[in-house]
């Protein structure tokens, strides 16, 4: 059975277009893996609607536009059984689906992988402009999903395209699964495991639904990672090269040095760029944003705590634990994991496993920052800002917090720690931290450790930090 865990905000934004008198236009982007396709089907699915779904073909040499209409219609005839043979445009294609669609009973559609579908014709989305306003629209019980794992096109061809205006429902962005949806994919083990071995998985897949399908509940991180990463063919040393043709299409050499650029912590724009020996260029904020697109790098935009004044440069934070491991463990040693002789004891001897790990452990807190309002008493507060800080200092006075969140009438502080014991120590890191953040008047410091590990009593007894969350706390199972 397909394991389906949360998305019910979504799946209630979804259900309130049955409301309407009208057909939906809808759009659904996200990274791979994340569970775009079902979550739609899903959608359907509890809506006792019929379920047409369509994908594109991957583009490959010497395909042609014939391919993806033929792919097309033979879906098509599967799902409704109309015929098989090739339309010979996309405008007959799109004709002969909506001959599929009824008025007496709810309807989805879902063409799944667009990007891929219009690769060979610059006038699909035109066409498909053409066919909803013409056809596909006069269907008062119809859900048209327009999916894909190439964020950039959809913004590009769909949303921003003037064409297209004013005949959208929906736009939605799939994101990971928080953290408290994650834990279900260990069932009832989850409450007998420690933390650290759901910490080491989801430092390496983060909340994405396809690679946690994969855990087995009954082994531990060590050998769930070992199967899962290390071994030829196995799903997370093959997928990154396959995210990569899927969803970075253009300079692919300059997309990937980026994230290399990345993979050590949060970066500016003219931080990579010096880094990578270039100017600040079109070429270069492309990458950016088709990145933060594709939902592998967040652009993360806080404020300065002294002003409340957005900070002039975004950092950009590579937020997909998985790039990152697969960057730092998989990539150095593909060939040898490939030819069958990758082997090690415990993930503790795999070099800099406990650095980049602190690195994912904080991915996971502030990917997950929702999940902190309670916790840290902020209740109701607007909330102004949520997102790392990070001040260059040239006097010593340099600083870099985990989390900064503000509000109108306080800063709040968060330090994501990870380790076997956390000690006294951590209160006088935080000291200084705290120190060299600038404030406006009037404006209140809390400070909060987010952990995992053992915590020494000396550091509770402080009595220092406003607030103390467990990690445990976050997954839900304390």
Not at 16 to 31: F, N, Q
Not at 167 to 189: H, N, Q, T, Y
Not at 268 to 289: C, D, I, R
Request: neutral net charge; hydrophobic residues 40%.
């Amino acid at each position: 059975m397909q394991m389906f865990y949360g998305r019910e905000d979504i799946l209630s934004d979804l259900n309130a277009l049955w409301k309407k008198r009208a057909a939906s236009l809808v759009t659904c982007r996200g990274r791979r893996r994340v569970g775009k396709s079902t979550l739609i089907e899903k959608f359907a699915e509890r809506s006792g609607a019929k379920f047409i779904r369509i994908e594109g073909v991957r583009p490959r040499d010497k395909m042609t536009n014939a391919d993806e209409l033929a792919a097309f219609a033979e879906q098509l005839s599967a799902a409704t059984g109309a015929e098989d043979s090739p339309p010979s445009n996309w405008l007959n294609a799109f004709l002969r689906l909506d001959g599929k669609i009824g008025d007496s009973e709810r309807t989805v559609v879902l063409l799944d992988e667009v990007s891929w579908m219009a690769h060979y014709d610059l006038r699909f989305s035109s066409t498909l402009k053409i066919a909803w306003d013409g056809h596909f629209k006069k269907h008062s019980k119809l859900v048209f999903v327009v999916c894909g794992s190439v964020s950039s096109w959809i913004l590009e061809n769909i949303i921003q395209d003037g064409s297209f205006y004013g005949r959208r429902s929906m736009d939605i962005v799939v994101p990971e699964l928080p953290l408290s949806e994650c834990v279900k994919f260990w069932g009832r083990a989850a409450a007998r495991i420690d933390s650290q071995e759901i910490v080491d998985v989801l430092s390496v897949t983060g909340g994405i639904p396809r690679y946690l399908e994969e855990i087995d509940p009954g082994a531990t991180a060590n050998e769930n990672i070992r199967r899962l990463a290390f071994r030829p063919k196995s799903l997370l040393r093959e997928d990154f090269d396959e995210m990569f043709m899927d969803v970075i299409t253009r300079l692919p050499s300059l997309t990937s040095l980026v994230l290399r650029a990345l993979v050590d912590g949060s970066r500016t724009v003219t931080e990579v760029a010096a880094m990578l020996g270039m100017g600040k260029n079109g070429h270069l904020s492309s990458v950016m944003t088709q990145l933060e697109e594709s939902g592998m790098v967040s652009a993360d935009e806080g404020r300065n705590p002294s002003t409340g004044r957005q900070m002039r440069e975004k950092h950009y934070r590579l937020r997909d634990n998985y790039t990152r491991f697969y960057l730092k463990f998989i990539e150095p040693v593909k060939n040898t994991i490939d030819s069958g002789a990758f082997s090690f004891g415990s993930l503790d001897e795999l070099g800099g496993w406990a650095t980049v790990m602190g690195l994912a452990f904080e991915n996971l807190v502030v990917n997950n920052a929702a999940q902190l309002t309670g916790p840290l008493g902020i209740g109701g507060a607007h909330i102004l800002s949520c997102a790392p800080y990070k001040k260059t200092g040239t006097k010593g006075d340099g600083v870099q917090v985990d989390l900064l969140i503000q509000t109108p009438r306080a800063v709040y502080v968060v330090e994501a720690k990870r380790r076997r014991e956390i000690d006294g120590g951590i209160v006088a890191e935080m000291e200084e931290r705290v120190s060299k953040i600038p404030r406006k008047p009037g404006c209140s410091v809390r400070t909060a450790l987010v952990y995992d590990g053992k915590l020494a009593p000396i550091v509770e007894a402080e009595g220092y930090f406003d607030a103390i969350v467990p990690f445990r706390t976050l997954l839900g199972l304390s």
